[in-house]
């Protein structure tokens, strides 16, 4: 598990396909790795990634087809920079909310903004996570807690303070930027629990309109 908020900027310095999958070498840059083994979890644009080699100077992880699919990671190229983050401890201070590192799809930025000094941002989500985006929620972007300043159907907006823009990759982003999106977690799993004894159901299209009436959430 992971707060999202960002410890260092690392740099994507290799990438080795193997077998349909691939391995990628990370320089950590000021992340502190004295206390990583090999088999911890580092967050690395949002995808928690399994150390799998300390060569010294970063971390090896193995990225599996599926996460292949799923995530920007596909995107990478040697130079790229990249959000990092260790997961949590018992004593870390949970300064974001509750992040686990698997990402829930493929945002794009629409635009960006000058604010006053903070920059202005608007992303397009996934038609099927917009549901989960709610105005003053949470929202993870290439691993960043964040708060959703608007929302437009599938798209929604962000206020990023001048600290933020320096210390993660967003100060790279630029309209067409691709990100790894995960949603609140406390929504993926209310919906679920209301979903009730529907949730055994195969192939169900789970909260629907028709759902919420049907069970009298709210009178159509």
């Given at each position: 598990m992971f707060t999202g908020i960002i410890e260092a900027i690392g740099e994507i310095t290799e990438l080795k396909p193997q077998?349909?999958?691939?391995?990628?070498?990370?320089?950590?840059?000021?992340?502190?790795?004295?206390?990583?083994?090999?088999?911890?979890?580092i967050?690395?644009?949002?995808?928690?990634?399994?150390?799998?080699?300390?060569?010294?100077?970063?971390?090896?992880?193995d990225v599996s087809a599926e996460t292949l699919d799923v995530t920007s990671v596909k995107r990478w190229k040697t130079g790229d920079r990249v959000n990092q983050e260790k997961a949590l401890t018992p004593q870390t201070r949970l300064g974001g909310h509750i992040v686990s590192g698997h990402v829930d799809g493929?945002?794009?930025?629409?635009?960006?903004?000058?604010?006053?000094?903070?920059?202005?941002?608007?992303?397009?989500?996934?038609?099927?996570?917009?549901r989960y985006i709610a105005h003053k929620?949470?929202?993870?972007?290439d691993g960043t807690s964040l708060t959703v300043n608007a929302v437009d159907g599938a798209e929604f907006e962000l206020t990023i303070?001048?600290?933020?823009?320096?210390?993660?990759?967003?100060?790279d982003y630029?309209?067409?930027?691709?990100?790894?999106?995960e949603v609140d977690l406390i929504?993926?799993?209310?919906?679920?629990?209301?979903?009730?004894?529907?949730?055994?159901?195969p192939d169900s299209d789970g909260l629907t309109v028709e759902f919420l009436a049907q069970h009298g959430f709210f009178k159509r």
């Open positions: 077998g349909g999958d691939l391995r990628v070498r990370v320089r950590s840059g000021k992340l502190d790795l004295s206390d990583v083994q090999l088999g911890d979890s967050a690395t644009n949002g995808v928690c990634l399994t150390v799998v080699d300390l060569p010294g100077d970063g971390y090896w992880a493929i945002g794009e930025v629409v635009w960006r903004r000058q604010e006053a000094r903070a920059e202005r941002f608007r992303v397009r989500a996934p038609d099927h996570l917009a929620g949470s929202i993870t972007v303070v001048p600290h933020t823009l320096q210390e993660t990759v967003m100060g630029s309209a067409g930027t691709r990100v790894n999106l929504a993926r799993y209310l919906e679920r629990l209301l979903l009730g004894d529907k949730a055994a159901e």
